[in-house]
């Protein structure tokens, strides 16, 4: 019998893939691809306050999907991993030589192996579609150099009782990793980060968008 984690995630899975087909089938994709890198670059310059803007640094976009960080980051070496960039591709979803300054790899964060390579992690609206969360945050850290910095973006649950019930029910299919701030914080903490800034991005009637800043020594 399959693991119940497993099968959920690769029911979110499933369902993410139709939802970016659904969301750009009526849309231009060059004309959508230019209107995300000004999302991207509002995002940056709302951090620049806490860390230099990334140029010239090996910089990894983990969960990019098809339209991820990687695109706002052409004066940098990109790696950008996901488990669907082969679906999106195929789908027409993403293609991948507008991007020549990024290696796509089609990978879960839980199986990538890195160590030390990048200067800057992105883990943007990604940490709460995995599968084994514990792997992912090893392999995230594992990855940044000494003196990196990990941002990471996430919805995170604003009431606990309201979190209790999108853990044990069906409540939100497409993210099955539920927690609030302070349990996501502390997966970097316990793994020796130091947390720069905690962001208050944009406040919804469920849930809080942050972005959290943390430091490797």
Excluded at 42 to 56: N, R, T
Excluded at 104 to 129: G, M, P, Q, R
């Amino acid at each position: 019998m399959k693991d119940q984690s497993t099968i959920k995630w690769r029911i979110a899975q499933s369902l993410e893939l139709k939802w970016w087909k659904k969301y750009l089938s009526d849309k231009n994709i060059n004309e959508y691809l230019v209107w995300k890198a000004g999302y991207w670059d509002e995002m940056l310059f709302s951090i620049e306050k806490y860390i230099e803007l990334p140029e010239h640094h090996d910089i990894l976009d983990a969960g990019c999907g098809p339209a991820g960080i990687f695109i706002a980051l052409k004066r940098n070496s990109v790696v950008a991993v996901d488990p669907l960039l082969d679906e999106y591709v195929a789908n027409g979803l993403l293609d991948t030589s507008h991007f020549p300054w990024t290696t796509f790899v089609t990978n879960s964060l839980e199986n990538i192996e890195y160590t030390e390579k990048f200067d800057y992690i992105f883990c943007l609206n990604a940490i709460n579609h995995v599968n084994d969360l514990e792997k992912c945050y090893d392999n995230l850290v594992r990855a940044l150099k000494p003196g990196g910095t990990l941002i990471i973006s996430t919805d995170a649950h604003r009431h606990g009782w309201l979190k209790k019930i999108f853990q044990w029910l069906p409540g939100d299919m497409l993210h099955p990793v539920q927690l609030d701030i302070r349990e996501y914080n502390e997966h970097l903490t316990k793994r020796g980060l130091t947390l720069t800034q905690t962001i208050l991005y944009k406040k919804e009637p469920i849930f809080d968008y942050y972005i959290t800043l943390a430091k490797k020594g």
